[in-house]
Every structure is written in structure tokens, then in C-alpha cells.
């Protein structure tokens, strides 16, 4: 989803004073809810990395892959971001490398006060070796800012990103050299969208195929396997005009080879048959949102099981076999929900990210757990379970797990980690990028793997 702007039309009838001091009014808040935040670190996390970027970055995705360190505690992972520039300066995709260590014990003495961190660059209060490190391994010169990056399932070389300007480039890593070249040089060039797009989702069945979801209310299909030997230009194979409005984000279905899920600013959910003819109407939609649908997942555990998150603050949860309603709707958020992600290994659990600066961790296995007052007394605000409604309410309350609130803008995108459980990366409109694994206490007793179904109506 594109960063929303904010909601101007209370403002038209303030005053220049009157706004001045609600900017100052919220940024005390922001400000007091961070050191709050910043107090309770040491006993929310197992490890923490803040870090400056040079430049802001839209999207965040870590890569599969992951190696050993000779000699070293420690493994190196590789994480896929860009930047989002000012000035006529350069945009560029970029590859990160992020040592962690392959067992974290946490340590109060190598807290960092100032900066709200557990591990980082230098020594450690404690005399041991840092706990986390994070280098740009390679960039790649890139046309405006990236919007959104993703690397293909089958061959994490192979990376997608969206352009300012409509376009979506492809390039292949391996072409590229570490230090940036002073053109422009994609391995294929997707021509067809009108506007810019956040919308992007390789197909996981199917090795050169991708979907994409634009501002032109479009979502549009491609096949790299196509491509002329003489021209890197890719035109699509398919283009859906389905939707009314914003198309804002898209994926392909993780078990059925023939589905695609996308939503819009129209605020509807519809599902995308391939095998069907037509290209203005989809096989099915569902409406119960508010506002906007930003962003979607498919729960790659279940068939039918789905997730949607809105500008309307609250995250739909769906049962593909029947759309007509919501199997429950979460709350918790305060502002737009833009991204959304499960859980890698634990597929009760989902990952949210909002315009509130927040990530949070809810537990569908929970769903419909009753509470008692004295369960959630203890523990600080970024732990509170909030009590459970009725199911038949159709509305949920008590299955947040965990919010992460490190962050004073708004969240861009998040990512969890393949390959180290509960290790997340979350990247803010401001150019600070989060490393951060939730302290085993806290997620290692509580959840558990249960059956998908479940959850299903």
C-alpha cells in the first residue's frame, strides 16, 4: 500500500496556531509512549537493533538464505530493502547483510539507554563480542524510489520492484557488481501500468510469473518465460479491471495454483480465478470493511483461511468458502493497518503493521478465550491481552499477543524472519530499520501449533 497521507479535513477549520499545537501535543505523545517503550526494553526482547539508514526505505523482505560464520557464534542473513530519496538524489535496490547470533541470552548490562537498544555495532557493556551487525552488502541503481521489492520463491536472485512511474523491473543480483553502476540496467522492464503500484506477488507454483496491482485499478499478470531475446520490455499477459478503485495489494494463493487474492480502495475483497475467461469480474468477493483493504494474506496452512487489514483499523479475518461475512474481526490498532504477514513457522500467529508505528503479533489460537480480570493486570502496556468478546459478536478482542512499539513514525513495511523464529525486521518512514526478536518468555509458553481448521468456519 502506498504511505497514506494524513486526514486533513478536521484541519481546514483549525487555525495556523491551533495546528501548530496539535503537532506539538502529538509529538509529546509520541514521545513519552517511546521512552515508555524504551524503559520496558530490556525485559521485551531477546535482542534489538536499531539503526539509521542513509535513506528512508519503503519495503523490507528478508531472503531466504542464511550462512555460517567460521569460527563465530553467529550467521549471517540477508535482508532485500530500497530507499526513498529527496533531492534529485540517487535511489538505489539494496542487499543487506545482518550477523545474528545463533543463541541469544540477553544481557541487562548490555542495554543502551540512549538509543533503546539490546546488541548493536561496537563492544557490549558487557565485554562480549556485539550481538548483531548490519552492512550494505550490495547496491543497484534504481529509476526513483523504490516502492515495494520482492524476491521470486525459486530463485531469491531474481528480484521485483515497483516504480514511480508505472514501471516494474526485474533484475537478476548476480548481474549486478556490489558498487552501483551510473545507469539504469534491469534484466526486464514490465510496460503497461498507468500509475505507480504497491501491489506485487510472485507466483509460488510457477517460476517467471508475477502479479501486480497498481493505481490504475488495474491488476495485471506477467510472464518473464515469454521474453524476447532482442528486448528486456514485457508487456502482460493479462490485465483485470475488476476493482473500482486503488488496487492496493495482491497475492497469488499458496495451495491453489489458479487463485489470486486482491484488494482496493473500493473496499472489497475479491478473489482472481485464472482459469476463468473474463477480465472485468472476479469469482467472488467480500465486503466488510469500512474503509479501504490495504493489504492481504493467505494463511499458507489452510486452503481457506485469510487475513485482510484496513484503513478502518481493524484486520478481517476470512473464510474463502463463504465471503458473504467475516470469520472474526481483530482490534487493536489505532490508525490504517498496511501490512500484514504470517508467521513462518507458527501459523496461528499473524503479523500486523500500521500507520500507528506500531507491529502487532495476534494469536488466532486464542480466539474466543475467555478472560479474567486478574489475567491481565500484570505487565506493561505492550503486553495487555485485552478481554474477549463473544464469537457471535463477530468481534475479537483478546487474541494480541504483542505489539512493538520502538518506532516514532509511521511503520512502511515489516518482514519476519525464515530462518530465526520470532526475529522480525520493521522499517518506519523516517530512515530508522528495527532488528528486533521478542523475548522467549513472552512468545514461548503461550502459543501453541493448532490446527488451522479451527479457525475456519
Not at 553467529?74 to 550477523?99: C, F, K, M, W
Request: proline fraction near 5%.
Amino acid at each position: 500500500m502506498a504511505p497514506a497521507s494524513a486526514d486533513t479535513r478536521d484541519d481546514m477549520d483549525m487555525t495556523p496556531a491551533d495546528l501548530a499545537e496539535d503537532q506539538d501535543t502529538e509529538a509529546k505523545i509520541i514521545n513519552e509512549e517511546y521512552k515508555t517503550w524504551k524503559k520496558n526494553s530490556p525485559f521485551l526482547y531477546d535482542m534489538i537493533l536499531s539503526t539509521a539508514l542513509e535513506w528512508p526505505t519503503l519495503t523490507t523482505q528478508w531472503l531466504p538464505d542464511v550462512k555460517d560464520i567460521p569460527g563465530k557464534n553467529s550467521r549471517t542473513h540477508r535482508l532485500l530493502i530500497g530507499t526513498h530519496t529527496s533531492n534529485d538524489a540517487p535511489n538505489y535496490l539494496q542487499i543487506a547483510n545482518v550477523e545474528l547470533p545463533k543463541s541469544i541470552v540477553p544481557n541487562e548490562r548490555d542495554y543502551d539507554e540512549e538509543r533503546g537498544e539490546i546488541g548493536g555495532y561496537g563492544n557490549t557493556n558487557s565485554g562480549d563480542s556485539p550481538a548483531i551487525k548490519f552492512t550494505i552488502e550490495q547496491k543497484i541503481l534504481h529509476p526513483g524510489e523504490v516502492n515495494k521489492a520482492r524476491y521470486q520463491p525459486q530463485n531469491a536472485n531474481i528480484i521485483a520492484t515497483w516504480c514511480v512511474d508505472g514501471k516494474v523491473l526485474v533484475f537478476d543480483r548476480t548481474k549486478h557488481a556490489s558498487i552501483p553502476s551510473t545507469t539504469v540496467k534491469p534484466q526486464a522492464e514490465l510496460v503497461g501500468h498507468k500509475s505507480e503500484g504497491f501491489g506485487l506477488s510472485w507466483n509460488p507454483h510457477v517460476a517467471g510469473h508475477l502479479a501486480t496491482g497498481s493505481e490504475d485499478k488495474t491488476v495485471r499478470l506477467w510472464d518473464l518465460t515469454a521474453m524476447q531475446s532482442h528486448s528486456t520490455l514485457v508487456k502482460p499477459s493479462r490485465t483485470y479491471t475488476h476493482h473500482a478503485a486503488i488496487v492496493n495489494d495482491v497475492q497469488y494463493h499458496p495451495k491453489h495454483q489458479s487463485l489470486i487474492g486482491t484488494v482496493s480502495d473500493d473496499m472489497t475483497l475479491q478473489i482472481l480465478d485464472v482459469r476463468q475467461a473474463t477480465n472485468n469480474t472476479s469469482v467472488v468477493q467480500g465486503r466488510g470493511h469500512d474503509d479501504a483493504v490495504n493489504a492481504l494474506a493467505f494463511n499458507a496452512a489452510s486452503d481457506w483461511v485469510l487475513a485482510t487489514g484496513s484503513s478502518d483499523k481493524t484486520i478481517g479475518i476470512w473464510d474463502l468458502r463463504s465471503l458473504k461475512e467475516k470469520l472474526h474481526t481483530l482490534e487493536g490498532h489505532t490508525d490504517q493497518v498496511t501490512s500484514l504477514e504470517w508467521h513462518p513457522s507458527e501459523h496461528a500467529i499473524l503479523g500486523s503493521g500500521g500507520y500507528d508505528r506500531r507491529v502487532l503479533f495476534w494469536d488466532l489460537s486464542r480466539v474466543g478465550e475467555e478472560q479474567l480480570p486478574d489475567d491481565v493486570e500484570d505487565g506493561p502496556p505492550e503486553l495487555y491481552v485485552q478481554p474477549a468478546y463473544d464469537l457471535n459478536d463477530k468481534l475479537t478482542k483478546g487474541v494480541r499477543l504483542f505489539m512493538h512499539g520502538g518506532h516514532t513514525n509511521h511503520l512502511a513495511d515489516f518482514s519476519w524472519n525464515q530462518n530465526e523464529p520470532w526475529v522480525v525486521c520493521s522499517a518506519a518512514e523516517d530512515n530508522l530499520i528495527q532488528i528486533w526478536k521478542v523475548a522467549e518468555a513472552i512468545v514461548g509458553k503461550d502459543t501453541e501449533d493448532i490446527p488451522m481448521d479451527e479457525i475456519e468456519r
